[in-house]
């Protein structure tokens, strides 16, 4: 096949996967979850749940059309080099979304986790080799490191924790699973912020400390009198004041925003 035939076949690929993941999303998962068996001390609130999918799709959506909606910003080359490159993680991770939505909706937790973490090492060697977060400008990236990297690994993070403590059956597991959670919640704090310090990712940071707020107002109305919700609310808020200062002070550096050619390797 040739190059232009390649390129042609990866973003055909791009658009299937992403419908396939859109169907998963709403025929499985966003209205099938709301049985015992998914009531676990990690389980958010289903309306965040359903904003931060609904987020999540839209940015995906802006990923897909960059390919059919010329842009005089972006050259051929760094255009090609998204799609090669950042494309296939994209569909990769579609890909495996849509078979975990359809395995977690069937209680078969076992088989949903294994897929889980398929998806987060997909997501890591992304985020680690091609280093979209270096994508400086801000339209791209959006377009390039939320959509594909930054909401998606915060996703399948707290997805891991949902579907692991589904899977342990934690909600009949009594005191013992509850501080058990009450101890593994603040793994929402140590990664943003790892995040924060070694990447200056806010992306991660926001989303995250949304997705924690969403456990928080869970637990708050499912147990009200426990640390859970507690907890997260103060992971949420430190998570989210933390990032917003990376952000602005990412604005306030000088050449902050250079091109993204200049910054992100996958790009040049």
Known sequence: MTTESNLYAQQVTTVLSYALSVYGSFHYFLFHHHTAEYQTPFTGLWIITAIF?????????????????????????????????????????????FFWTYFFSRHSFVISFIILVANFFNLLSLYTLHKTYSVKTLGRFVVVHVSTAALPLSWVLYAIFWNGAALFHSHNHGLAARILANVLIWDFLLVPFMYLAFYGDWAIGFSSAFL??????????????????????????????????VAVGSTLTPNARQSSSEQAPLLA
């Open 53 to 97: 999918w609904a987020f999540l799709l839209f940015t995906q959506l802006l990923f897909v059309l960059q390919f059919f909606v010329s842009n005089e910003s972006v050259t051929s080359r760094e255009q090609k080099n998204v799609s090669a490159i950042v494309g296939y993680h994209f569909t990769l991770f579609n890909i495996l979304n």
């Open 212 to 245: 924690t707020l969403g456990i928080g107002l869970g637990q708050f109305f499912t147990k009200a009198i426990a640390l859970q919700w507690i907890f997260a609310f103060i992971i949420a808020g430190l998570v989210f004041i933390a990032s917003a200062l």
